[in-house]
């Protein structure tokens, strides 16, 4: 599988962006993005993920 990233790329990857001043890691330390869960919340509702999986009788 040559050309894919693994693992250690993956890892390499947040490690530089951590460095350089990762955007998303500044705004989580000026945002308490918890205080909006709850709006959040009722305003994206999500599927019941009860049952799960794949119905029965698909393949991939």
Known sequence: M???PGLSDAE???RWL???GDP???LR???DIE???AELEAALPRADRSRGGRPPGTRC
């Open 2 to 4: 040559a050309g894919q």
């Open 35 to 37: 205080a909006f869960r």
């Open 18 to 20: 951590s460095a350089s």
């Open 24 to 26: 998303l890691e500044r």
């Open 29 to 31: 330390a000026a945002v």
């Open 12 to 14: 390499e990857r947040l």
